[in-house]
């Protein structure tokens, strides 16, 4: 069997490192795999450190697309990597999550008569606001074969209309990376530079338009965060974007410290001392609920609700709602969670299992 991999953005390096340390063992003489980075996130920070972090191999080619808005970056994936299928065709393409280039592709590969196959299939927020919502709609439609996180993703996708048989439910494969690499979590060089403790900050991450476009609206958010985070530091990685926005505002906050993008285990090691996370991003509510740290989620719905139901996340629908729970992480009274099933650092193998013992055959 031959399988073309898919990685544009930070999210999707994190699921296919797992994936190819199980292709390279469990997969090993019966799978060939040819990894294609599109470039959709092309700043070394956000792309070349986690390929090294990780051991992801170099990339079999990168596409380039760099940045652009949400049309012109996906056409210009799509152009590209239809070139690269033409001259380099294969069994399945393999798409991970839902950023533009798992869309991009998706698309590329069913005009080409290439099986398809979608890893974290099946959740949604029932937001037609987010892009990502869309990208996993349209994705979701065209696949063959769909590797799911939860229960929660494997009803909506039954409910769309997927074949039973077409949907494994095996897990949540960011956490093998967060399980495989947790050992290697390292402080960085800020810890000592701005003296934080264990416990003793959170960490905020700001990305999604709603929040971050309008800057008077992101300026209130930063100014309710820095009121009500106690005596604790906010770790704030901030985009150049948006913190371009609040230098032209020359608001100062008292305890929000804006820092660069970390790698991955610069990161984790903050998030797994850290007291708790304010965030709109979706990873991290899913690393939060298997290490047990309280998450905020400041937006009105998540397509990861076994996070709320079952781990340590919680929803803030609106601003108003945020010194409520940040007072309850300060107190100590944060509700109990659980780890939801197969969130256990197992899942890449499951799949290159499925790929070898039931996929193989349909081609």
């Known amino acids: 069997m031959k399988i073309t991999i898919i990685a544009g953005a930070r999210p999707n390096f994190i699921k296919i490192a797992p994936l190819i340390n199980s292709l390279k063992t469990i997969g090993k003489n019966v799978i060939q795999f040819r990894l294609v980075h599109t470039g959709q996130?092309?700043?070394?920070?956000?792309?070349?450190?986690?390929?090294?972090?990780?051991?992801?191999?170099?990339?079999d080619i990168n596409l380039g697309v760099g940045s652009g808005s949400q049309a012109a970056q996906t056409a210009h994936i799509m152009i590209k990597f239809e070139e690269e299928l033409m001259h380099?065709?294969?069994?399945?393409?393999?798409?991970?999550?839902?950023?533009?280039?798992?869309?991009?592709?998706?698309?590329?590969?069913?005009?080409?008569?290439?099986?398809?196959?979608?890893?974290?299939?099946?959740?949604?927020?029932?937001?037609?606001?987010?892009?990502?919502?869309?990208?996993?709609?349209?994705?979701?439609?065209?696949?063959?074969?769909?590797?799911?996180?939860?229960?929660?993703?494997?009803?909506?996708?039954?409910?769309?209309?997927?074949?039973?048989?077409?949907?494994?439910?095996v897990g949540n494969i960011m956490i093998d990376s967060l399980k495989q690499n947790r050992h290697k979590f390292s402080k960085p060089l800020l810890w000592k530079q701005i003296k934080l403790e264990s416990k003793k900050f959170w960490i905020l991450t700001l990305h999604r338009p709603s929040n971050v476009d309008d800057t008077k609206n992101l300026i209130q958010t930063l100014k309710v965060i820095d009121d009500h985070c106690g005596d604790k530091k906010v770790?704030?990685?901030?985009?150049?974007?948006?913190?371009?926005?609040?230098?032209?505002?020359?608001?100062?906050?008292?305890?929000?410290?804006?820092?660069?993008?970390?790698?991955?285990?610069?990161?984790?090691?903050?998030?797994?001392?850290?007291?708790?996370?304010?965030?709109?991003?979706?990873?991290?509510?899913?690393?939060?609920?298997?290490?047990?740290?309280?998450?905020?989620?400041?937006?009105?719905?998540?397509?990861?609700?076994?996070?709320?139901?079952?781990?340590?996340?919680?929803?803030?629908?609106?601003?108003?709602?945020?010194?409520?729970?940040?007072?309850?992480?300060?107190n100590n009274s944060w509700k109990k969670s659980n780890i939801p099933p197969k969130w256990d650092g197992k899942t890449a193998d499951r799949i290159v299992n499925i790929l070898i013992t039931k996929l193989t055959k349909k081609k």
């Open 41 to 59: 996130h092309y700043d070394k920070r956000l792309s070349d450190t986690f390929f090294e972090e990780l051991n992801i191999p170099t990339p």
């Open 88 to 169: 380099h065709p294969t069994d399945y393409v393999v798409v991970v999550g839902d950023v533009n280039s798992t869309l991009a592709c998706s698309v590329v590969a069913k005009k080409m008569n290439t099986g398809l196959i979608h890893i974290e299939a099946g959740i949604r927020s029932f937001d037609l606001t987010m892009p990502e919502e869309i990208n996993r709609l349209v994705t979701d439609a065209l696949a063959d074969y769909f590797f799911t996180t939860s229960e929660f993703a494997n009803r909506n996708l039954l409910k769309a209309g997927i074949e039973k048989k077409k949907i494994f439910f």
């Open 235 to 330: 770790i704030f990685p901030i985009h150049p974007r948006t913190e371009a926005k609040l230098k032209d505002s020359n608001v100062l906050f008292r305890n929000i410290v804006k820092i660069h993008p970390l790698g991955y285990l610069n990161f984790m090691y903050l998030v797994e001392n850290c007291i708790g996370v304010i965030t709109d991003s979706g990873g991290i509510q899913e690393e939060t609920t298997v290490m047990k740290i309280p998450c905020i989620t400041l937006r009105r719905n998540t397509e990861r609700p076994e996070t709320i139901e079952m781990g340590s996340n919680v929803l803030a629908k609106d601003l108003s709602a945020l010194p409520k729970k940040m007072y309850l992480v300060l």
